[in-house]
């Protein structure tokens, strides 16, 4: 009887180092597919039982395991991923806050203005619309 031993792979310095760098990146690119699959299930599902053309749902109710910074942080990514799918459609990613008791778009709000904004209440919503007008 043989033994199926994996043959070992060779490393030199420069690929050891990169290692880890490499594993992270990875375990990121497996988080981003899990959430544009989750994202895209949940588009599909408003598609076939709404009437609204715009999609707009909080990256939590998505896939609670990622949190917002991971999503703003590879917000690029998951819209050119997302595009891929849906290649004629609006896609977006903001970040709502409370200011004065009313949700606001912050990423266009002028730096002395995201000051006020209690970022702890801050919650992140992908918007995809596929309305014939756009």
Not at 43 to 59: G, L, P, Y
Not at 63 to 69: F, I, K, L, Q, V
Request: net charge neutral; hydrophobic share 35%; glycine share 2%.
């Amino acid at each position: 009887m043989t033994s199926k031993v994996k043959p070992l792979k060779i490393y030199t310095r420069t690929e050891l180092r990169s290692l880890k760098e490499k594993k992270q990146q990875e375990m990121i690119n497996t988080d981003i597919d899990r959430f544009v699959a989750m994202a895209h299930a949940n588009i599909i599902k408003h598609a076939e039982n709404s009437d609204n053309n715009t999609f707009n749902k909080s990256v939590r109710e998505i896939y609670s395991p990622c949190r917002d910074d991971f999503i703003i942080e590879n917000k690029q990514t998951i819209i050119k991923r997302l595009t891929e799918y849906f290649p004629d459609v609006f896609i977006q990613i903001k970040t709502f806050g409370n200011l004065n008791n009313t949700m606001v778009d912050i990423d266009g709000l002028e730096e002395s203005l995201k000051s006020l904004i209690n970022n702890k209440l801050n919650q992140t919503y992908i918007v995809v619309d596929w309305c014939e007008d756009k």
